[in-house]
């Protein structure tokens, strides 16, 4: 497991297993947030396996997977939401933690400057400034 915070209250990590959750609630995340879709991993580690870990733990489990084919905004504002729900650190997960960060990234459009979320993002080894456009724009609408 290798979590990347992003802020102080959200971490993005690469794929997680069911041996992970004590370790992510010993460091004090309270949420995780799944963005990866079931059909691309094998059954031990899809959202339901990994929910039912999660849940026995006592942390809040959500799911909002987000597909290669794109990135629509009902994801975005779906993960602002549980975003804002959330009791405590969000630790989001998806296969490299790319797709995690970019939501991320989104989410934060217009509420800090884009230069530093491309920082935060780039800090936690995930280049997405060719995304400051779009991010700009978000902010904009």
């Known amino acids: 497991m290798d979590i990347k915070p992003l802020s ?3 971490a993005v990590s ?3 297993g ?3 959750i004590p370790a992510i609630a010993d460091a004090g995340y309270t949420t995780i947030i799944c963005n990866r879709p079931d059909e691309e991993i094998p059954p031990s580690h899809q959202a339901a396996a990994i929910g039912a870990a999660a849940k026995a733990a006592g942390l ?4 909002n997977p987000v597909t290669h084919q794109g990135l629509v905004m009902d994801m975005i504002t779906g ?4 975003m804002e729900a959330a009791d ?3 630790l989001a997960y998806c296969a490299s933690g790319t797709r995690s960060s970019i939501v991320w990234s989104f989410t934060q459009a217009g509420e800090m400057p884009t230069q530093d979320i491309i920082a935060a993002t780039t800090a936690a080894g ?3 400034g060719g995304m400051a456009p779009q991010i700009d724009a978000m902010a904009k609408s």
């Open 60 to 63: 809040a489990f959500i799911v």
């Open 14 to 16: 690469p794929q997680i």
């Open 79 to 82: 993960q602002k939401a549980s």
């Open 88 to 90: 405590g650190p969000i």
């Open 18 to 20: 069911v041996e992970d």
């Open 126 to 128: 995930y280049d997405l």
């Open 8 to 10: 102080p209250t959200f």
